[in-house]
């Protein structure tokens, strides 16, 4: 069974730069597993930020931004609000079927 | 303006089959690349994705669900329908429908694929 791995949790200070990442168990994460990421804060539905690695919604601040770093999907976070608290969540594609990561806690603190 | 919402029993019993209806407006599930998908989150724990169809009819289940669930889709309704089987409690979540599409981008010669709206979600709880 394939698992999508994403750091639990990670603090930043407001004003700072954050860098989440997300991995696969079956290798090196590339533009054709068609990263997207989500927000979702308590509560709430997810909110879609960013696609097919580093694509932005039209509602997406730009302060989000998407990457491929390391082997691993990355969602770099810069100028961190503290409204940006929140779960963020990775998706990637395995040749139509769908995954998710386990999430990452971010704390604005 | 795209728009999704969840209906469905609140309440099922073990052993029984849910069936869950996403009705949407402001797609249509018969344009090409299209599709919607179906993801349920339990109590505090992260997203699960559940399955997915498209436009074309293409359907895909989630591996370790797929004998369990079935989506189908009626396009004159805007409706797509999923239904799991044998529930149990530990399918206690909240089900979400989001919509879905692919579409080949010619200037970057790249495909492009995402979720984008969801709905606001239903919250199904198996007990006895």
């Known amino acids: 069974q394939t698992v999508v791995t994403q750091e639990p949790s990670l603090t930043v200070s407001p004003g700072g730069t954050v860098t989440l990442t997300c991995a696969s168990s079956t290798g090196a994460v590339t533009s054709g597993y068609y990263p997207n990421w989500f927000q979702q804060k308590p509560g709430q539905a997810p909110r879609a930020l960013i696609y097919?690695?580093?694509n932005k919604h039209s509602w997406t601040p730009a302060r989000f931004s998407g990457s491929l770093l390391g082997g691993k999907a990355a969602l770099t976070l810069s100028g961190v609000q503290p409204e940006d608290e929140a779960e963020y969540y990775c998706?990637?594609?395995?040749?139509?079927?769908?995954?998710f990561g386990g999430g990452t806690k971010l704390t604005v603190l | 303006q795209i728009t999704l919402k969840e209906s469905g029993p609140t309440l099922v019993k073990p052993t029984q089959t849910l069936t869950l209806t996403c009705t949407f407006s402001g797609f249509s599930l018969s344009t090409s690349g299209v599709g919607v998908g179906w993801i349920r989150q339990p109590p505090g724990k992260a997203l699960e994705w559940l399955a997915l169809?498209?436009?074309?009819?293409?359907?895909r289940y989630s591996p370790s669900l797929k004998s369990r669930l079935t989506i189908t889709k009626d396009t004159s309704k805007n409706q797509v329908v999923l239904t799991m089987t044998n529930m149990d409690p530990v399918d206690t979540a909240t089900y979400y429908c989001a919509h879905s599409k692919y579409y080949y981008d010619s200037s970057g010669s790249v495909w492009i694929y995402y979720f984008d709206y969801w709905g606001q979600g239903t919250l199904v709880t198996v007990s006895s």
């Open positions: 998706l990637l594609y395995y040749g139509g079927a769908v995954v």
């Open positions: 169809i498209y436009w074309n009819d293409d359907k």
């Open positions: 097919s690695t580093s």
